[in-house]
T-cell receptor, first 114, second 112 residues
Framework: DSGVTQTPKHLITATGQRVTLRCSPRSGDLSVYWYQQSLDQGLQFLIHYYNGEERAKGNILERFSAQQFPDLHSELNLSSLELGDSALYFC?????????????FGPGTRLTVL | ELKVEQNPLFLSMQEGKNYTIYCNYSTTSDRLYWYRQDPGKSLESLFVLLSNGAVKQEGRLMASLDTKARLSTLHITAAVHDLSATYFCAVVTYFGNEKLTFGTGTRLTIIP
């Protein structure tokens, strides 16, 4: 158990809908990262937040957005869903412990768009 | 743009044998990580390699890093069935930009 929690574990929805994925980082970690894992694209970085501020963006679609709240949990919002958005979405967290900023991954949310 | 390549993509090996997974990356990097993923599960951190010549071992797995060659290896010694999983390397470009760029993954199957 990495200490990172994600809800829900599974999500099934229809095209055109909007969903919100939630992530709680390990206690004390200020950074949250979101990744998408799909069969055709592999594991891709989406976005990084540090203490409430966006730090870096990767291959994140304009239909997707994220935020990190004052209690450090983060939400990833996916809208106008398409079939191709079906994937495993992971969040990871890191802190200054150990000094190497190692990222610890949550269990993931499996999104299925029908 | 940083590219990370792993080979082989698929590996079937018999129990008791040794093998090596290779991870090449295209630009200078601060750190390299190895992760393990079981089917449908999350990523489990195996090793963090921080400097040139770093070598780390845990059980039957040993990872090394050559920053000059931009190459990391994950060596499996006397494989056992429990090691069947997908292994990913991931590279951080520089400290402060913490996005991980992942390799394609190596799906390892250990055959009894």
């Amino acid at each position: 158990d990495s200490g990172v929690t994600q809800t829900p574990k599974h999500l099934i929805t229809a095209t055109g809908q909007r969903v919100t994925l939630r992530c709680s980082p390990r206690s004390g970690d200020l950074s949250v990262y979101w990744y998408q894992q799909s069969l055709d694209q592999g594991l891709q970085f989406l976005i990084h937040y540090y203490n409430g501020e966006e730090r870096a963006k990767g291959n994140i679609l304009e239909r997707f957005s994220a935020q990190q709240f004052p209690d450090l949990h983060s939400e990833l919002n996916l809208s106008s869903l398409e079939l191709g958005d079906s994937a495993l979405y992971f969040c990871a967290s890191s802190g200054s412990r150990g000094g190497n900023n190692e990222q610890f991954f949550g269990p993931g949310t499996r999104l299925t768009v029908l | 743009e940083l590219k990370v390549e792993q080979n082989p993509l698929f590996l079937s090996m018999q129990e008791g044998k040794n093998y090596t997974i290779y991870c090449n990356y295209s630009t200078t990097s601060d750190r390299l990580y190895w992760y393990r993923q079981d089917p449908g599960k999350s990523l489990e951190s195996l090793f963090v390699l921080l400097s040139n010549g770093a070598v780390k071992q845990e059980g039957r797995l040993m990872a090394s890093l050559d920053t000059k060659a931009r190459l990391s290896t994950l060596h499996i010694t006397a494989a056992v069935h429990d090691l069947s999983a997908t292994y990913f390397c991931a590279v951080v470009t520089y400290f402060g930009n913490e996005k991980l760029t992942f390799g394609t993954g190596t799906r390892l199957t250990i055959i009894p």
